[in-house]
């Protein structure tokens, strides 16, 4: 078989077509997609110039797409794989990961999308072990919301490009100061945000208390398109200033975007949490979500992952 891996810094547009079209296969066979938002992005607007992509490619097609971000230099670098649907059970999987492993150093940490049992076994076999897990929970938004008021002295609007984009991410760092992934946003990250189809401004919620952004609660729409279901609403970030916590801010933010999505007339909102933020998943409870589905995260045995809480 002339099976080979290319390594490449920024993918070129036939080479992105044919990863997407991987991705789309994936998707579609397994029920959840291979690859998180942040890759997606790298995929089509390029960006973190460390990061790399692995294409395996077998008799000249491409069978399998892997993706290494060597950003955090604390936990060290973080993977996400996938093989072709009609490609696996051969042998490619293990190709793929022995040369991300090769590739970071013989340390990665691996995100499997769904808690596969192939994957599990594929991590088990390099001696990987599940170290973090990141629920999806889940609400009907046909079920009732309860009422709620803002603090005294905190007013609600709706994000405006090209206005609050610098006393967003001012927020977003100090409110996410011990989530490395949510925490260090860019203006890059914001507005290439801002450059997908889903965004909408108008379900992008800021509260402030006079002219001091106190806190915002961001949504998203996941349309039926690209998603194989029903378009899903879900709380994307929900970021309260640490000065104005334990007001009962995140949790009436919460409730004005599940209302916002639920005037879109969706039938459902999800998220996502650590497993191990518990004060969080108590929260969501409280407000009716459960858990849906796990992404999970495996490492080389012995290390462990410092546990964040995960919004996005």
Known sequence: ???????????????VAAVLGLVEAATEADGVRPLNEHVML??????????????????????????????DEVEGPSAELVIHPA???????????????????????????GDHEGAGALAAAFGFERV???????????????????????????FVPGQDEEAW???????????PEQGAWTMDDLLRREQEPWFDPEGFFLAFRGDR?????????HGSSSHGHEPLGEVYVVGVDPTQQGTGLGRTL???????????????AMLYVDEANTAAIRLYESLGFNRWDVDVMYAPAGEAATPRASEG
């Open 1 to 15: 078989m002339g099976e080979h891996v290319k390594v490449r810094e920024r993918l070129d547009d036939t080479e």
């Open 42 to 71: 790298h995929l089509r607007y390029g960006g973190d110039p460390q990061a790399r992509s692995l294409l395996l490619e077998a008799d000249g097609t491409l069978v399998g797409y892997a993706h290494i971000d060597p950003t």
């Open 87 to 113: 490609h696996r059970r051969q042998g490619h999987g293990a190709r793929l990961l022995r040369a991300v492993t090769e590739l970071a150093d013989g340390r990665p940490r691996l995100w499997a999308h």
């Open 132 to 158: 973090r897990s990141l629920w999806q929970m889940r609400r009907s938004l046909f079920a009732p919301l309860e009422a709620s008021a803002l603090p005294d002295g905190v007013e609600l609007r709706t």
């Open 169 to 179: 991410l001012k927020v977003n760092a100090a409110a996410f100061a011990h989530h």
């Open 213 to 221: 952004l106190a806190g915002f609660h961001w949504t998203k729409i």
């Open 254 to 268: 919460t409730l004005a975007g599940l209302c916002h999505l639920r005037s879109r007339g969706l039938a459902q």
